[in-house]
Every structure is written in structure tokens, then in C-alpha cells.
């Protein structure tokens, strides 16, 4: 099974600042078939379900405002947020689809306002 | 609007069985695939249990496989979830999720919670 691997667990960044969330794959989930990497990135608020924010390693959901980014190939994966909104204050995480219909998420990376 | 309305979650004892429902809105259910995913108390995402969109195809977690059973009925727009044989460990919130083939997880309900305990 692939293991993700995410960092930090938590991070602190000032309101307009940059955060920046990694995710580490114990294996390259690029599929050599297609080239793309089967690699999404959820937000969950308190009290909420997980929100699909990207997928593909870098294609942004429909809705997702642009501040959302995501970067990476193989087994090395990053979610920006180019300036912190407090409404993005959330549980970010990555998932791999490359064993698809199998899963795995990584185990969550908490962005607070500093 | 895409809607996802979980239900049949609650305490049950340790090898108690309990059927988990979610009914589907908003998009043509036959169409898609579906997920089972679980968030145990203050801790991750678990993806559990998985069904193709006629139901041909089904896969589980090693975690649930053989105590788990999920289906289908495409004519009721709707998603079960058989949990049998539960353990203290499956206590956590299931949702159901639609899956963007591939299993990317585009919309999620707001979850039933689940507690196996004495």
C-alpha cells in the first residue's frame, strides 16, 4: 500500500502570508500511462466534510479560488496558499488515487492564523 | 445542487451490526461511482469501501474487508453500508462520497457517527 506522508503537522502563517503544505508518497503515483500525477488535495473545516480543492497534483476544483495552488511529480507534492484568507483557517489533506479504486490519505496538515 | 444524506448511524454494542444509507440528489446516480469514507474522532480519513456505478466492481479497506458489505440501488438513488461484527475501533464519522472517476471525491455528505461501545 502506498503511504502518504505529510508535513507539517501543523503550521501558523500570519493573514496575507504564504502557507505551504507538503505531501511525501512512500511511492511515485505518476502513471506512465498518462503522465499525470494521481495526486488531490481536500480541505476540511471544523464541522465539515472534506472539500475537493485539487486533483491531477495541479488542476484546481471548479470554484477553488486561485490563491490555491498545487505543485509536484512522482513522490514529492505541495499545496500553496499564496495569502491566507481566515477562512482558510482548515485540515488540509492529500490523497493518492494511483491504486485506485483504493485510496489513501495523508494524515492531515492544520493551518491556524499566527 | 449534488446532495448527500447520510443516515443510520448510532451506538451500537461491540459485535453489533448496524446499515448505513445515503441518499443521492442533485446528479444522475447510476452515472457514477460512490465511496465510503470514515474519520474516527479527532484523527484523519479512512477510505473504506468503494462501488462502481452498476456495482460490478467493489473493493474494501483490509481494515473492514469481510465485516463490511457496501451496495447499491441505482433505482432509489441511494448507497448502503452494512457494518456487522463492530469493533470499539469503528467508531467515527462515515461519509458517503461521489468519486470523479478516477477516485477523486468530489462531493461528500456531512456524515452519520457511528460508536460500537458497551
Known amino acids: 500500500d502506498i503511504v502518504m506522508t505529510q508535513s507539517p503537522d501543523s503550521l501558523a502563517v500570519s493573514l496575507g502570508e504564504r502557507a505551504t503544505i507538503n505531501c511525501k508518497s512512500s511511492?511515485?503515483?505518476?502513471?506512465?500511462?498518462?503522465?499525470?500525477?494521481?495526486l488531490a488535495w481536500y480541505q476540511q473545516k471544523p464541522g465539515q466534510p472534506p472539500k475537493l480543492l485539487i486533483y491531477?497534483?495541479?488542476t484546481r476544483e471548479s470554484g477553488v479560488p486561485d490563491r490555491f495552488s498545487g505543485s509536484g511529480s512522482g513522490t514529492d507534492f505541495t499545496l500553496t496558499i499564496s495569502s491566507l484568507q481566515a477562512e482558510d483557517v482548515a485540515v488540509y489533506y492529500c490523497q493518492e488515487y494511483y491504486s485506485t479504486p483504493r485510496i489513501t490519505f495523508g494524515g492531515g496538515t492544520k493551518v491556524e492564523i499566527k | 445542487d449534488v446532495q448527500l444524506v447520510e443516515s443510520g448511524g448510532g451506538l451500537v454494542q461491540p459485535g453489533g451490526s448496524l446499515r448505513l444509507s445515503c441518499a443521492a440528489s442533485?446528479?444522475?446516480?447510476?452515472?457514477?461511482?460512490m465511496d465510503w469514507v470514515r474519520q474516527a474522532p479527532g484523527k484523519g480519513l479512512e477510505w473504506i469501501s468503494y462501488?462502481?456505478?452498476?456495482?460490478?466492481?467493489?473493493d474494501y479497506a483490509d481494515s473492514v474487508k469481510g465485516r463490511f458489505t457496501i451496495s447499491r440501488d441505482n433505482a432509489q438513488n441511494s448507497l448502503y453500508l452494512q457494518l456487522n461484527s463492530l469493533r470499539a475501533e469503528d467508531t467515527a464519522v462515515y461519509y458517503c462520497?461521489?468519486?470523479?472517476?478516477?477516485?477523486?471525491?468530489?462531493?461528500w455528505g456531512q456524515g452519520t457517527l457511528v460508536t460500537v461501545s458497551s
Open positions: 442533485g446528479f444522475t446516480f447510476s452515472s457514477y461511482s
Open positions: 511511492q511515485s503515483v505518476l502513471h506512465s500511462s498518462n503522465n499525470k500525477n494521481y
Open positions: 491531477w497534483a495541479s
Open positions: 462501488i462502481s456505478s452498476s456495482g460490478s466492481t467493489i
Open positions: 462520497a461521489r468519486d470523479k472517476n478516477p477516485t477523486v471525491l468530489d462531493y
